[in-house]
Structure formats: structure tokens, C-alpha cells
């Protein structure tokens, strides 16, 4: 059985791109970082809500992962 999902893989770039943002907040690149932001909170955590519904791949992992990216 696979764990990692599609929807997954999106959360998982959603995670390292809240990563980068920090970078870019400590290197004085506020605006690149807000982009990242809006990004991340306005597209990348609404897709992968909306391809585990629509694929109905929800699972336990998936909900951890998404919890822990929700609150970095």
C-alpha cells in the first residue's frame, strides 16, 4: 500500500516552500516572501484539500502532514 500520495507530494512543497520564505524573511526579501505566503496559504493548501477529495486518497498520514504545514 502507498502512503505518500499526489495530494501529499503538494503539501510537501507547501512545506518546503513556508521553509524558504523564512530564508527570505531573514535576508531582508519581504516581498518575494509574502508571494511565497500567498502562494502557499491561497493556492498550494486549498489544492491539496481539493485532490484528496477528489480522489478520495485522504488518510491518516496525509492529515498529519497537512496539520504540521498548517502550523509552520
Do not use: P, Q, W
Not at 501529499?8 to 507547501?14: G, K, P, R, S, V
Not at 531573514?26 to 516581498?31: H, I, R, T
Request: aromatic fraction near 20%; glycine fraction near 2%; charged fraction near 20%.
Amino acid at each position: 500500500m502507498r502512503y505518500f500520495k499526489f495530494k501529499d507530494c503538494i503539501t510537501t512543497l507547501n512545506l518546503f516552500l513556508s521553509f524558504y520564505a523564512v530564508v527570505l524573511l531573514f535576508e531582508d526579501k519581504f516581498a518575494l516572501a509574502s508571494y511565497i505566503f500567498f502562494i502557499n496559504v491561497i493556492i498550494l493548501d486549498l489544492l491539496d484539500g481539493y485532490i484528496a477529495r477528489a480522489t478520495k486518497t485522504a488518510n491518516e498520514f496525509g492529515k498529519h502532514l497537512d496539520s504540521v504545514t498548517d502550523f509552520f
